[in-house]
């Protein structure tokens, strides 16, 4: 008896976890999931915080219902950590980046998100163009 209810714990367990996998997944097998990627190093400039901040501040404002169900992500990688550099090699980043990525799409707004770092308001647009660029 103890080991059927072990067996059927693990089973739910496995096949949730299955369940959201294929949910994040299209049918052309690519992720749906959108992540925006903003590279950085540990020493860094009040623009270099701004960009972080209003860019996380954009994708939580704009797609709040995404982020609290994890489809939509803002990350800040340090360039100067491990973990970070493996992420960087992956996607091509040598410096400071922000990037939308969606599975094999990639669009770079890091000249945009400088100009418009301690502007939200255009942050926001520049992000939202990006995303709609890697969802189509």
Do not use: W
């Amino acid at each position: 008896m103890r080991n059927r209810l072990i067996l059927s714990v693990a089973l739910l367990f496995t096949l949730s976890i299955l369940s959201s996998e294929a949910q994040v997944q299209q049918k052309d097998g690519k992720s749906s999931n959108v992540n925006v990627y903003y590279f950085h190093f540990t020493r860094r400039c009040t623009t270099c915080m701004a960009v972080e901040e209003n860019a996380k501040k954009a994708v939580e404002l704009l797609y709040p219902e995404k982020v609290k169900t994890g489809e939509y992500t803002f990350t800040a990688i340090n360039l100067d950590e491990a973990a970070g550099k493996n992420l960087a090699d992956k996607l091509k980043v040598g410096g400071q980046t922000l990037l939308v990525v969606r599975g094999d799409k990639k669009i770079d707004i890091t000249d945009k998100g400088f100009l418009n770092a301690h502007d939200l308001v255009k942050m926001k647009e520049e992000i939202k163009s990006a995303i709609d660029k890697v969802l189509f």
